[in-house]
């Protein structure tokens, strides 16, 4: 069993950044691809970003290419949501979720992909 404690949310001006952070438990953080979603009022949850095992591989939804970046310390169990040049469009709920898999470099793009999700935290870009 894995337990996702996501933090760093918060309420920023558009143009800010924000970083958020996401505690995994046990310590076999290593062995699973992690990834952020979001999820706006009304609306579906959606993929943001994902790495891989090792964090050699990232991957991003075209939405936030180029102003997100995803890394994550496994000494630490921590991976990282770095949000830059927010937009009010931004806002949501984003939750940091966890997939087991065999492959160091491979990444997940799919909800059902991920096995364990965090209870999510909130991010409000104001224009």
């Known amino acids: 069993q894995v337990q996702l404690v996501e933090s760093g949310g918060g309420s920023v001006q558009a143009g800010g950044s924000l970083r958020l952070s996401c505690a995994a438990s046990?310590?076999?953080?290593?062995?699973?691809?992690m990834g952020w979603f979001r999820q706006a009022p009304g609306k579906e949850r959606e993929f943001v970003a994902s790495?891989?095992?090792?964090?050699?591989?990232?991957y991003y939804a075209g939405s936030v290419k180029g102003r997100f970046t995803i890394s994550r310390d496994n000494a630490k169990n921590t991976v990282y949501l770095q949000m830059n040049s927010l937009k009010s469009e931004d806002t949501a709920v984003y939750y940091c979720?966890?997939?087991?898999?065999?492959?160091?470099?491979?990444?997940?793009?799919?909800?059902?992909?991920?096995?364990?999700w965090g209870q999510g935290t909130q991010v409000t870009v104001s224009s």
């Open positions: 979720a966890a997939g087991d898999t065999t492959f160091l470099s491979g990444v997940f793009l799919r909800r059902d992909d991920y096995d364990y």
């Open positions: 046990p310590r076999t953080f290593s062995l699973y691809v």
């Open positions: 790495i891989s095992r090792n964090g050699d591989n990232t």
